[in-house]
């Protein structure tokens, strides 16, 4: 969370002028607080089943699924409720991971707007709807993550 939280700060400077720390802080709390409840949340249910960080992502996988499979990425903390390999086929075949990984990479690259996440969790909601701006959102984060992240499913 470190890195992309750093990064996302740097393009919020060279690109707005917004502080490098302020942009860093605001990226480590929000991204923090998802992880660590997350974590919180798992170990209650009974259902924790692992974290670690993956390159630019935190990652909490539940043995549980609460509801239906699937993931969940916010900036650059990720909750999985699927094997992380599970694959999905999202604009292509990929895995979860990747298309999550693919989450993290539009965050930081919103993060040239300025402060990205009102824009990322205003894109993450039109990406759970069935409209071109939404297929368009999702289809770019699996594209991101196969690419950056290595997520082909062959």
Request: charged share 10%; net charge neutral; no cysteine.
């Amino acid at each position: 969370m470190a890195l992309s939280s750093s990064m996302s700060g740097a393009l919020q400077e060279v690109f707005t002028g917004r502080p490098w720390m302020q942009g860093f802080q605001e990226n480590m709390i929000i991204s923090s607080s998802f992880f660590l409840l997350n974590v919180g949340g798992a170990a209650a249910a009974g259902a924790y089943g692992g974290a670690g960080v993956n390159g630019l992502q935190a990652r909490v996988r539940w043995t549980k699924t609460p509801g239906s499979g699937g993931a969940l990425t916010i900036g650059p903390a990720a909750h999985f409720n699927v094997p992380l390999s599970a694959p999905i086929e999202v604009g292509s075949k990929t895995t979860f991971a990747a298309h999550e990984f693919g989450h993290t990479i539009q965050f930081i690259a919103l993060s040239a707007l300025g402060s990205p996440w009102m824009p990322y969790l205003g894109m993450g909601l039109v990406g759970l709807t069935d409209t071109p701006i939404g297929r368009f959102w999702e289809d770019t984060a699996s594209l991101f993550g196969n690419l950056l992240g290595g997520g082909f499913v062959r």
